[in-house]
């Protein structure tokens, strides 16, 4: 089971961290992704981490803002996102590269 948090409404430019607790076992082992969708659009996978802490982030909108991280130790993984744009309003999730999802947080940029 994966539980997203730390969504919310930031203004343009500013800073929100999502975390994505883990239960279960193996979250050593496995790969952990973040995808977005916005309204009216798919989603679109925003940030991937590996076990092994490699990490890939296919948007350019995002590279350079963007970070992903994952502490074993707390079976949790995270997405840093930094000087925020309107364009980043969507709902974020968190998956599990064996096919599991978090429910989703709402983060909404207001400009």
């Known amino acids: 089971q994966l539980q997203a948090s730390g969504g919310g409404l930031v203004q343009v430019g500013g800073s929100l961290r999502l975390s994505c607790v883990v239960s279960g076992s193996r979250f050593s082992i496995r790969t952990f992704t973040w995808y977005r969708q916005a309204p009216a659009k798919q989603r679109e996978l925003v940030a991937l981490i590996t076990s092994g802490g490699s990490t890939t982030y296919p948007p350019d909108s995002v590279k350079g803002r963007f970070t992903i991280s994952r502490d074993n130790a707390k079976n949790t993984v995270y997405l840093q996102m930094n000087s925020l744009k309107p364009e980043d309003t969507a709902v974020y999730y968190c998956?599990?590269?064996?096919?599991?999802w978090g429910q989703g947080t709402l983060v909404t940029v207001s400009s």
């Open positions: 998956s599990s590269g064996d096919g599991y």
